[in-house]
């Protein structure tokens, strides 16, 4: 197997200006045409398979928001799609979540299954977006379960990828993903390699390869451990300002 990017985008928003959870249409247009350039070609996580020619990169979307219907019609090909059960067709509140975040619609079963029907392969975000850190083990299994079978049942299609909530992915949870067969996504940077473990697997987020910078060429150039070790601390300072500004605020 050779190496492969997974890229973790949320919603797409109409203005210029990129967020964590949103990009803007005009900037992933722009990013596509680099991948086109750069002989990237898409492939949804069921179907990544070794290319000899091409890079073959998967395209996910996290939450299964109703603004990715904006760059459908745009993609190379179909993506996947990380649904939070509980939540589909209503609004992205879930308990934990914070205030900056954009609030949108989730899409609708019906939407999914269009997606579905095109070609998209539908994935697991658990059923109500809870932070696996303060989840007791029965729970964390009941969520991995329940957004599994909901998925099955509405799709009638076996459903194999998991995204854990947040990129957080204790060892109990990454266990139960394992249990199940399924693929396991979190938000550790990386190419997905041949030694990764299948249930913990790296992805890159869109926000850092739309801005130019260390990671943006990083859809069809795998970053090397030094790279890598400086994504690492930079998320860390700014999750500790992060910190630092929610104490002072
Ligand atoms: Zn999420």
């Known amino acids: 197997m050779k190496a492969y990017p997974v890229i973790t985008a949320h919603g797409i928003s109409d203005t210029d200006c990129n967020s964590p959870t949103h990009v803007s249409l005009k900037n992933l247009q722009g990013w596509l045409q680099d991948c086109n350039r750069n002989q990237v070609h898409f492939e949804t996580l069921e179907s990544v398979v070794s290319n000899k020619n091409k890079i073959a990169a998967c395209l996910t979307f996290d939450d299964a928001l109703s603004s990715i219907l904006k760059c459908v019609e745009y993609l190379p090909s179909p993506g996947t799609i990380f649904v939070v059960t509980d939540y589909v067709g209503k609004l992205n509140r879930w308990n934990g979540q914070p205030s900056w975040v954009t609030e949108e619609l989730c899409l609708s079963w019906t939407q999914i299954k269009e997606l579905n029907l095109e070609g998209w392969c539908i994935g697991a975000h658990s059923c109500s977006h809870p932070d696996f850190d303060k989840c007791r083990a029965k729970q964390i299994r009941n969520e991995i379960e329940t957004s599994k079978?909901?998925?099955?049942?509405?799709?009638?299609?076996?459903?194999s990828h998991f995204a854990y909530p947040y990129g957080i992915a204790p060892r109990i949870a990454q266990e139960i993903v394992e249990e199940y067969g399924m693929g396991g996504y979190g938000t550790e940077p990386g190419w997905v390699g041949p030694r990764d473990p299948l249930n913990c697997l790296p992805r890159i987020d869109i926000y850092d390869l739309v801005r130019s910078g260390m990671a943006s060429d990083w859809a069809w150039s795998e970053p090397d451990q030094m790279d890598l070790k400086?994504?690492?601390?930079?998320?860390?300072?700014?999750?500790?300002?992060?910190?630092?500004?929610?104490?002072?605020?």
């Not at 079978?149 to 459903?159: L, R, V």
């Open 230 to 249: 400086i994504m690492k601390y930079k998320r860390w300072v700014g999750s500790g300002l992060r910190n630092i500004r929610r104490i002072a605020s």
């Open 149 to 159: 079978k909901t998925i099955e049942d509405q799709i009638g299609q076996k459903c």
